[in-house]
């Protein structure tokens, strides 16, 4: 199985982690979204990272904002290949959440992602990239993904200018 986890600290996440869900949908990749906080649930946290292998994903995408313990947790419990998606915070515009997550020691990964939604797109694609290596389907639906990208800021590379 190929499926993708996409977890978040909270439900106000939501709206920069749709954006992964979104990346991953367009490109059929099967995938779940849930909240899982390290802070407010951390037994819960630990739980299901030890089962996500066993439960079927094989790549974890985890969103949180200001002390962005999450993806750094998750990756202690894991095997798994981990993305680190920094939410951006209202405190400090996700500065915060991006040096609480890139920041890890050596011998535990995260790849991290860049601040708020366009990174949470990225985390979808680069998921989606990882399942393509098993997925031949997957492979050939980003490749038209990147392939009609790059048409359109071709067809809109000439500026009118007065
Ligand atoms: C983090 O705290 C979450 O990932 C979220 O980005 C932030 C704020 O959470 P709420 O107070 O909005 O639930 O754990």
């Known amino acids: 199985?190929?499926?993708?986890?996409?977890?978040?600290?909270?439900?106000?996440?939501?709206?920069?982690?749709?954006?992964a869900a979104k990346m991953l949908r367009s490109f059929g990749v099967e995938f779940e979204a849930k909240v899982v906080s390290a802070h407010r649930t951390p037994n819960l946290l630990v739980e299901f990272a030890e089962g996500a292998a066993e439960q079927g994903f094989s790549v974890i995408i985890a969103g949180a904002g200001g002390a962005a313990?999450?993806?750094?947790?998750?990756?202690?419990?894991?095997?798994?290949p981990v993305f680190g998606c920094p939410v951006q915070s209202k405190a400090l515009s996700g500065l915060d959440s991006l040096l609480s997550i890139v920041q890890m020691p050596k011998g535990v990964a995260v790849g991290t992602l860049a601040i708020g939604e366009a990174g949470a797109a990225n985390a979808g694609l680069l998921a989606a990239?990882?399942?393509?290596?098993?997925?031949?389907?997957?492979?050939?639906?980003?490749?038209?993904?990147?392939?009609?990208?790059?048409?359109?800021?071709?067809?809109?590379s000439k500026l009118e200018l007065d």
Do not use: Y
């Open 69 to 80: 313990h999450l993806p750094g947790m998750i990756a202690a419990h894991t095997h798994l």
């Open 129 to 156: 990239q990882v399942v393509a290596l098993q997925k031949p389907q997957v492979a050939e639906a980003i490749k038209h993904f990147r392939k009609k990208q790059t048409e359109k800021v071709l067809e809109n």
């Open 1 to 19: 199985m190929a499926k993708v986890a996409i977890v978040m600290g909270s439900t106000s996440d939501w709206p920069t982690m749709q954006q």
